[in-house]
């Protein structure tokens, strides 16, 4: 069962090729030199890595309007390069997963060419097409202010297409069952070169009906199941990672409620409150927020995550909490995208305070799910607001104080990396933070490895500790007799917590520290009392001394 669930108990790192590492020269990340980072991955304790688009596309959309779903892009390699860079990995241990993106097309792709140049062809209907605009075409809009409507005409065939993004990304019929059916054909033959499944791009448009006369678009959730059986009969273990911001209410539609549908989604609920958290000290709503999501099927799983490739989504907090957010990490305008979200990086979003920045990855971790790490931020990667909307935060890696921070030997790649100020790579990098034992680097890979020896975040239940104080975060998780507890403190200023566990067992009074010598004994009362440092931390496995000797003999 714990094979078969490999997911549960994984590190993912997310990855675009394009701006890891370039081996030949070019101004370009390729797979050639992916595979030479690959030891670096591994020693840092990632398990899985999750691949960004790499197939071929005009590149108008960071390659999210794809032309062909069945090869990669000649900048980054062959399906050669590709075959090898996935046979390294599983030498390693080191699972793949790859961007699935197929709620649209590239208005490149030959079947959208195809469709639009013949009424006749079979790809006419794999597309989404209205004889007049539509009377609502400015609803739903993706990029709100960037982004106008979503409906375009195309003059070759005469009538509007639907592209719930850009307009060179026209809607896939997802509906219709031969566009189904090339949707499994694409996962089987990437399961086939090794991958161990897929991050699926923006799944509630996938399965939502479209058409000009639909008005509220309703889910298709037996595609869902169609897309896990198809994955377990090829593959058994394979997984998808569901890209869904949904509300609370509609987690099990997705997840199935016997786990039959998605395995994995991204918790967008906790990651949106847990930055409101990180803004104001104020717990109550991510407690909330992790009671909300907490129902799920046995199987099915978390995935957590603090900044990902896109904005810092913010559209589900109240507009209250999404300015108290904004007050706090992006107060220039610039900062901030489609009135909805933050752009920067987490590093330069916490002004580089190294003790925010460890209590912000520690609560990740600790946090019920799989943790999700964005390339760099292990090392704390700045970003480049003078690049527009998103591309701010895809600047290549920063490996050491080479020119171009060791990314490429180019002198003027298409996509510099930063250089100068506080997060340049000249400052921030690899290669400086390895040789320094107290570096970000170096503590991130010490968590990773105590992260995974806590299995019980993963495969346990939890529960939210009342404490004497509504700035400290108390999570308490038990699995197989076994449990750990962990303490977060929001303030800027130290703080006396005082708290019960809910457990009186003879023995399971004391609390270990797994991070230092700190320990802790609860008084004849049972209350605990922790001192926590300003934007402190603990983790702490319960049981006296005698119990934990037990349980490393059994």
């Known amino acids: 069962m714990l094979n078969d669930l490999w997911y549960k108990n994984t590190i993912i790192y997310c990855l675009s090729v394009g701006t890891f590492m370039d081996a030949n020269g070019d101004g370009v990340g390729d797979f050639q030199g992916l595979m030479r980072r690959l030891d670096y991955l591994q020693g840092l304790g990632m398990t899985t890595i999750w691949l ?57 792709h030959p079947w959208f ?41 195309d003059k070759r065939a005469r009538r509007w297409y639907f592209h719930r993004f850009y307009d060179f990304q026209p809607d896939l019929n997802t509906s219709n069952p031969h566009v189904q059916a090339e949707l499994l054909k694409i996962m089987g033959f990437w399961i086939q070169l090794g991958v161990s499944g897929f991050r699926m791009d923006a799944v509630p448009f996938v399965i939502a009906t479209k058409g000009p006369k639909v008005r509220r678009p309703a889910e298709q959730y037996d595609m869902l199941r169609t897309f896990r059986e198809f994955l377990q009969w090829r593959e058994g273990d394979a997984i998808i990672l569901a890209e869904a911001n949904v509300l609370p209410k509609s987690d099990l539609q997705y997840f199935g409620d016997e786990g039959e549908r998605m395995p994995m989604m991204f918790n967008f609920r906790v990651n949106q409150n847990t930055f409101y958290t990180l803004a104001t000290g104020n717990t109550k709503p991510l407690k909330e ?44 305008p610039d900062m901030q995208l489609y009135g909805r979200g933050i752009r920067r990086r987490l590093a ?38 003078r690049r527009p909307e998103r591309q701010c935060a895809r600047t290549p890696m920063q490996w050491s104080g080479e020119p171009q921070g060791g990314f490429t030997s180019h002198s003027n790649p298409p996509v510099p990396a930063i250089s100068g100020g506080a997060y340049g790579f000249e400052r921030v990098n690899v290669a400086q933070q390895r040789r320094d034992p107290d570096s970000f680097l170096n503590w991130t890979e010490r968590m990773i490895r105590m992260r995974r020896e806590v299995p019980e975040i993963s495969w346990g239940d939890f529960e939210v500790l009342p404490t004497s104080r509504n700035d400290v975060l108390a999570l308490c998780y038990h699995w197989r007799n076994n449990s750990v507890l962990f303490l977060h403190n929001f303030r800027a200023e130290a703080c006396t917590v005082e708290f019960r566990l809910s457990s009186n067992e003879p023995g399971r009074d004391s609390l270990i520290n797994l991070l230092s010598d700190d320990h802790s004994d609860a008084d004849d ?18 049981g006296g001394l005698d119990y934990l000797l037990r349980r490393t003999e059994v």
């Open 348 to 385: 330069p979003m916490l002004s580089g305070d190294r003790r925010r920045l460890e209590l912000a990855y520690s609560l990740m971790l600790s946090l019920p799910g799989t943790p999700v790490f964005r390339y760099g931020d292990e090392i704390g990667m700045g970003d480049d607001l």
């Open 525 to 542: 009362d049972g209350c605990h009392t922790v001192v926590l440092e300003p934007f402190g931390y603990r983790w702490y496995r319960v």
């Open 52 to 108: 960004m688009p790499f197939h071929p596309s005009p590149g108008r959309d960071n390659g999210y309007d794809v032309c062909d779903y069945y090869n990669v892009d000649p900048k980054y390699g062959t399906l050669g390069d590709f075959a090898e860079f996935t046979h390294a990995c599983a030498q390693r241990g080191l699972r793949v997963i790859i961007d699935l993106v197929v709620n649209h097309t590239s208005d490149q």
């Open 289 to 332: 927020a992790l009671l909300a999501t907490k129902p799920r099927p046995p199987t099915a799983q978390w995935g957590v995550f603090l900044r990902n490739h896109d904005e810092l989504d913010l559209g589900r907090l109240t507009p209250a909490q999404r300015a108290a957010v904004f007050a706090a990490f992006a107060p220039d």
């Open 113 to 153: 060419l195809e469709a639009r140049s013949d009424p006749a062809s079979k790809y006419r209907d794999w597309y989404v097409w209205s004889d007049d605009k539509p009377p609502d075409a400015q609803r739903g809009v993706a990029f709100p202010g960037v982004q106008k409507s979503t409906w375009s005409f």
